[in-house]
């Protein structure tokens, strides 16, 4: 979710479809969830289990597990759906499908 989030991808579109440009992007976004979340791993909180975590306290995620929020890039209330028999949160406005 957050590598589509970050590359303005919808997680439902096919590979296929996907041109240069888009590949290069989700390829920036899949380095940069995965290094975040290593920074938080790293961090002094990293025993804080945030599916469980008060709500007032701010998510390090920007859509996982955030349906019904606001979008970070673009304040649009996020949406889950299911995606391969899996649940994704996406911005319908920043990750329009195809």
């Known amino acids: 979710d957050e590598a589509c989030w970050l590359a303005k991808i919808h997680p439902s579109t096919l590979a296929s479809e996907l041109g ?6 989700l390829h920036a976004g899949i380095r940069k969830a995965l290094q975040k979340s290593i920074d ?14 008060n709500r007032s306290a701010k998510s390090p995620f920007a ?36």
């Open 20 to 25: 240069r440009d888009d590949v290069k992007r």
């Open 40 to 53: 938080e791993l790293m961090a002094e909180d990293a025993h804080i289990d945030w599916r469980y975590a």
């Open 63 to 98: 859509v996982y597990d955030r349906a019904g929020e606001p979008c970070r890039r673009c304040r649009t209330k996020l949406v889950a759906s299911k995606i391969a028999g899996r649940t994704s949160v996406v911005c319908p406005k920043c990750q329009p499908k195809r």
